[in-house]
């Protein structure tokens, strides 16, 4: 069974950073783009990135080119979020799902963690 | 970018009856990327439909899906007491990767 768990989720100030992980297993990890998506409380879903298997591809929306960082381990079967200078809109659960641009294309989002919690507040 | 509108913003029925979700976008979604995901209070969202009207792994056959082009629905055809949730449709083609607004289905 797939299964993926983020962690590093807590309260910070504006303007410093934040990582986050997502530990993936009953996959084989490398083989499948893996994605972060957010909601702000009471909110709807925004896609935040988007990595290939190999972590060769990145994709960002314009929104969140060079403050977010995706990256990934495939020794540890691991995903991770920087996040740099952050802001009060960025008071949200990210979630770690399994899809997003593949070797072959792009790919819906079909295993998704419970989401780690990310305030940003003085 | 596509912009996905998701319409009624609510809609409110009772278990057993029919539910017809609508899902526009801004411009034609390529070669039927477009996802519908179930979520419930406190829960992480969940795939329910891809290609627009393919059924994830696991998912009852009275979800459908259907539509190409820019427009798209999801249909519950009788609901159950579980289906009452939150439902947004996505569209997975191309970056931007985009989410609807959401459309909740409440119980009358």
């Known amino acids: 069974e797939v299964q993926v768990l983020e962690s590093g989720g807590g309260l910070v100030k504006p303007g410093e950073s934040l990582r986050l992980s997502c530990a993936a297993s009953?996959?084989?990890?490398?083989?499948?783009?893996m994605s972060w998506v957010r909601q702000p409380p009471g909110k709807g879903l925004e896609w935040v990135s988007s990595?290939?298997?190999?972590?060769?591809?990145?994709y960002y929306p314009d929104s969140e080119k060079g403050r977010f960082t995706i990256s990934r381990d495939n020794s540890k079967n691991t995903l991770y979020l920087q996040m740099n200078s952050l802001r009060a809109e960025d008071t949200a659960v990210y979630y770690c799902?399994?899809?997003?641009?593949?070797?072959?294309?792009?790919?819906?989002?079909?295993?998704w963690g419970q989401g780690t919690l990310v305030t940003v507040s003085s | 970018e596509i912009v996905l509108t998701q319409s009624p913003g609510t809609l409110s029925l009772s278990p057993g009856e029919r539910a017809t979700l609508s899902c526009r976008a801004s411009?034609?979604?390529?070669?039927?990327?477009l996802a519908w995901y179930q979520q419930k209070p406190g829960q992480a969202p969940r795939l329910l439909i891809y290609?627009?009207?393919s059924r994830a792994t696991g998912i009852p056959d009275r979800f459908s899906g259907s539509g190409s082009g820019t427009d798209f629905t999801l249909t519950i055809s009788r609901l159950e007491p579980e289906d009452f949730a939150v439902y947004y449709c996505?569209?997975?083609?191309?970056?931007?990767?985009?989410f609807g607004g959401g459309a909740k289905v409440e119980i009358k």
């Open positions: 990595i290939s298997g190999s972590g060769g591809g990145t």
């Open positions: 290609g627009a009207s």
């Open positions: 411009q034609s979604v390529s070669s039927s990327y």
């Open positions: 799902a399994k899809g997003g641009r593949g070797s072959s294309g792009w790919y819906p989002f079909d295993y």
């Open positions: 009953g996959l084989t990890f490398s083989s499948h783009a």
């Open positions: 996505q569209h997975y083609g191309s970056s931007p990767l985009t």
